[in-house]
C-alpha cells in the first residue's frame, strides 16, 4: 500500500514561482528509489495532462512541450519525497495538480495516465495574470 500526500499550491501571480512536494509513505513492496514518479494536471473542463516524470534514482527525465524550461522535477529518496519546481509561471499552468507513483517495472510511456498505479488527492495552483 502507497500514499502520495501533495502540498505546496497556491496562488502565484504570472511570472512567480512554486515548489509542489509529493511525500510518499510506502507500508510495503518495493522501496521509493525504485519507483517511477510523475505529475499530472488538470485544469477546469479538462482532461488530466502529463506534466513531468522522473524515473527510479536515476536522472531520467521527461516534460511536457508546455513545462520544458520552467518546471523541474527532483526526488530525495531519502525523504521518500518528490518535487516539481515551477519558475516563470502563467496563467495557462492554473490547474489541479496530481503526483502518482507506478512501483513496478513496465514498458508503457512515462507520460501515459494509464502507466501510474498511486495518486495524491492533488493541490491547487492558481496563477493570476
Known amino acids: 500500500q502507497v500514499h502520495l500526500v501533495e502540498s505546496g499550491g497556491g496562488l502565484v501571480q504570472a511570472g512567480g514561482s512554486l515548489r509542489l512536494s ?4 510506502v507500508v510495503s513492496g518495493r522501496t521509493f528509489s525504485t519507483y517511477l514518479m510523475g505529475w499530472f494536471r488538470q485544469a477546469p473542463g479538462k482532461e488530466r495532462e502529463f506534466v513531468a516524470a522522473r524515473q527510479r534514482s536515476g536522472a531520467s527525465t521527461d516534460y511536457a512541450d508546455s513545462v520544458k524550461g520552467r518546471f523541474t522535477i527532483s526526488r530525495d529518496n531519502a525523504k521518500n519525497t518528490v518535487y516539481l519546481q515551477m519558475n516563470s509561471l502563467k496563467p495557462e499552468d492554473t490547474a489541479v495538480y ?13 507520460k501515459n ?11 491547487q495552483v492558481t496563477v493570476s495574470s
Open 22 to 25: 509529493c511525500a510518499v509513505s
Open 98 to 110: 496530481y503526483c502518482a507513483a507506478d512501483p513496478r517495472s513496465g514498458s508503457m510511456s512515462a
Open 113 to 123: 495516465f494509464y502507466r501510474y498505479v498511486y495518486w495524491g488527492q492533488g493541490t
